[in-house]
């Protein structure tokens, strides 16, 4: 998974060791049951990682109206590059990081496709039951721009800064 290879890359490796494949099902199963692991890790690093930093904030006396404030530094990307035309991608991740700990405070994705989902409407099909990860409908350009406004928006609910 980390490395975006699939069931196919996964049992060429294994065939080259004589060591038996797994079904794509089978693979799948692995796969959600490990993405949900990875879910639960990453929220409770990212709830430490806030409360480091909240932490700071009040040993510093930092606070914006009774609430600890934090400086923190903020970075995203897109699929594919644009190099100053065609600003068009598929999808986009952002993070905010604090800056005096530097460790993740707010990841998230926008993604305008789903391949579950075009390839079902290609053969003119319903889509099968999925986990869909289209989620943006928006500009390209918007998208960045987004994750970081959701993760400010949801900071002090979520964290308390």
């Given at each position: ?16 060791m004589?060591?038996?494949?797994l079904?794509q ?5 692995i ?12 929220e409770?690093?990212?709830l ?13 006396g930092d ?5 600890p ?26 993070i905010?990081?604090g800056k ?5 405070l ?19 099909e319903?889509?099968?039951p999925?986990?869909?990860y ?10 960045e721009?987004?994750i970081?406004?959701?993760?400010f ?5 979520k964290?308390?800064l």
């Amino acid at each position: 998974m980390a490395t975006g290879g699939g069931s196919r890359h996964l049992n060429e490796s294994l065939a080259t060791m004589s060591v038996p494949g797994l079904t794509q099902k089978y693979f799948t199963a692995i796969e959600d049951e490990i993405g949900l692991w990875w879910s639960k890790i990453l929220e409770a690093d990212l709830l430490a990682a806030a409360e480091e930093e909240k932490k700071l904030a009040i040993e510093r006396g930092d606070f914006h109206e009774g609430v600890p404030a934090i400086t923190v530094v903020c970075d995203g990307g897109w699929s594919k590059r644009s190099h100053k035309h065609s600003y068009n991608a598929l999808g986009g991740v952002a993070i905010i990081v604090g800056k005096e700990t530097k460790k993740l405070l707010h990841i998230g994705v926008r993604n305008k496709i789903c391949h579950i989902c075009t390839l079902a409407e290609t053969h003119k099909e319903e889509a099968k039951p999925h986990v869909c990860y289209k989620n943006w409908n928006e500009s390209s350009q918007a998208m960045e721009a987004d994750i970081i406004v959701e993760g400010f928006c949801n900071a002090e609910e979520k964290y308390g800064l």
